[in-house]
């Protein structure tokens, strides 16, 4: 996986379910997202920094996206 100080592994299944039980809104914008990559921007989606999982991630903009109703 990705080496860095933030990345907690004992989040990753409650990541997983998180992206298993998305949003129909988490959804489509995980469809606008992945055109960023065309743009040379990868992101992630439920991914665990620290204590936390956050929504939507972009290491290279330093950019966390979280959807809230």
Known sequence: MHNNNFYNKKLKPLAKTHRNDSTKAEVRLWCE?????????????????????????????????????
């Open 33 to 69: 997202l992945l055109r960023a990559k065309q743009l040379g921007y990868s992101f992630l989606r439920q991914r665990s920094i620290g204590n936390f999982i956050v929504d939507f991630f972009c290491k290279d903009l330093k950019l966390i996206i979280e959807e809230s109703l």
